[in-house]
């Protein structure tokens, strides 16, 4: 579902090329993954991920989402892209405080204009996954660090996305946390066949995933 070839990203300082930050990647995800990009800070990890989730571009190469080249999307291509087919999770849970877990839940929904009932149902859906049934009504400052992320992989997953984005999750969650994290994912990917791609270098989601991208200096080192 997803392919990269020879996908090249610099960063500039001024003209000059100040880091080659992705260098000749070329890679394909399959439906149904559950895939960790890894490796050493400053490998490219946050960028790749960015690239494939259409939030930066490149400089050259493809990237081929179910058949569509999204390196030759304008700016609105992309926007829609992302918000249609695309559910992204960070390691800040961007929850919006002034929202309930349900409105959180249900915001992305709400923007692409499904119904009410529709939105209603899907929130239990997902919250029994994540087990955050039970604090459908509280608001964010109301909860732990764990069920914070857990409303914000809720949100991400609500819209049924064709590919679940999860730039280090669990970076500001304990082990026990990170844990019971990563076994709801991998429960909402194998309920749903969700495709997750988490960039990671915490053990916990390195060792759940069941496919290890390893990225050195840009490169792919192994997959
Ligand atoms: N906006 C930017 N401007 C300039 N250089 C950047 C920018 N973003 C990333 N880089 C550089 O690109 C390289 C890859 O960075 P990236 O954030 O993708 O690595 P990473 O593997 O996610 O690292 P970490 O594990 O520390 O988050 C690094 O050398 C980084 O300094």
Do not use: W
């Amino acid at each position: 579902m997803v392919e990269l070839e020879n996908v090249h990203k610099y960063f500039y300082k001024g003209t000059e090329r100040e880091v080659h930050a992705l260098d000749g990647i070329s890679l394909s995800i399959e439906e149904g993954e559950f895939s960790v990009i890894t490796g050493q800070s400053g490998c490219g990890k946050t960028t790749l991920l960015n690239v494939i989730g259409a939030l930066d571009s490149v400089n050259s190469g493809s990237i081929m989402i179910d058949g569509e080249d999204i390196t030759k999307l304008n700016q609105d291509q992309r926007a829609d892209l992302r918000l249609h087919q695309i559910g992204f999770v960070f390691q800040a849970y961007n929850l919006v405080p002034v929202l309930s877990v349900a409105e959180n839940i249900g915001f992305v929904m709400k923007l692409q204009g499904y119904g009410d009932e529709e939105i209603q149902r899907r929130i239990k859906e997902v919250a029994q996954i994540l087990e955050i049934d039970h604090k459908l009504t509280a608001m964010p400052n109301q909860l732990s660090g764990g069920q914070q992320q857990r409303v914000a992989v809720a949100r991400a997953v609500a819209t049924k996305p064709k590919l679940v984005l999860a730039d280090e999750p669990t970076a500001n969650l304990d082990s026990k946390n990170s844990q019971r994290l990563m076994e709801m994912m991998l429960n909402l990917n194998q309920i749903e066949n969700t495709t997750i791609l988490f960039a990671s270098h915490d053990e916990y989601v390195v060792e759940m995933s069941r496919r290890q991208i390893i990225l050195s200096d840009g490169h792919v080192e192994k997959m």
